[in-house]
């Protein structure tokens, strides 16, 4: 049973456009998601994250945003540049039903185009 | 500073051989995770420690599976009898505190391949 769900594979984007990607959940007992970003042969880097409590949070060029009663979540990365070129892993975690266990979808393999 | 570092980087085994896997958290980090990501798929959670005990060893697939920490630092992840099935990237991540909301910073992963 997959609790966190990224239902595109990869997204292909034009340089200066904005990337949206996309992060659908189960478990409404989530209390905190990030983003991770992953580059080949590296473990994943943390991006953003956002509490429960809020809808939106922005760092730069990325901003995550949070909608919880479709318990729905997306990525918005503006304007996009050939290095974001990644797989980008949304996550989330529950303190009070799992502890510090962060579960993470499958992930989204964006291209940003020249 | 340096990050969370594993080794070894590739490990190629036979059905049925025995495993170690390591991994030096950074320096005065608390907590330790392990994951396993499987070709496709994201980093599936295995085993959290918080100093020198496991926490949280629920992800661990089987009994063939285990892990240590025994002085608060270093972890060895090891596994018994590899299957194929065990063909993996097995990450390693730390973090400053224990928390779900403390940021996890991961090592490269070590490739385990079981012929």
């Known amino acids: 049973d997959q609790q966190v769900k990224q239902n595109s594979p990869s997204l292909s984007v034009q340089e200066g456009r904005i990337s949206i990607l996309n992060c659908d959940y189960t478990n409404s007992m989530f209390d905190y998601f990030l983003w991770y970003k992953k580059y080949p042969a590296e473990g994943p880097t943390f991006l953003i994250s956002?509490?429960?409590?809020?809808d939106k949070n922005e760092d730069g060029r990325f901003t995550v945003f949070l909608n919880k009663s479709a318990k729905h979540l997306s990525l918005h990365i503006v304007p996009s540049q050939p290095g974001d070129s990644a797989v980008y892993f949304c996550?989330?975690?529950?303190?009070?039903?799992?502890?510090?266990?962060?579960?993470f979808g499958a992930g989204t393999r964006l291209f940003v185009k020249a | 500073g340096a990050g969370v570092s594993q080794t070894p980087s590739n490990k190629v085994t036979e059905k049925g051989k025995y495993v170690e896997l390591r991994c030096d958290p950074i320096s005065g980090h608390t907590a330790l995770y392990w994951y396993r990501q499987s070709l496709g798929q994201g980093p599936e959670f295995l085993i959290y420690f918080q100093g020198t005990g496991a926490a949280d060893d629920s992800g661990l697939p089987n009994d063939r599976f285990f892990a240590v920490r025994p002085e608060g630092s270093v972890s060895t992840l090891k596994i018994q009898r590899t299957e194929r099935g065990d063909s993996a990237v097995y990450l390693c991540a730390s973090s400053r505190a224990p928390g779900n909301q403390e940021t996890q910073y991961f090592g490269p992963g070590t490739r385990l391949l079981v012929l």
């Open positions: 996550a989330a975690s529950s303190f009070l039903t799992g502890g510090f266990k962060t579960i």
């Open positions: 956002i509490s429960s409590i809020k």
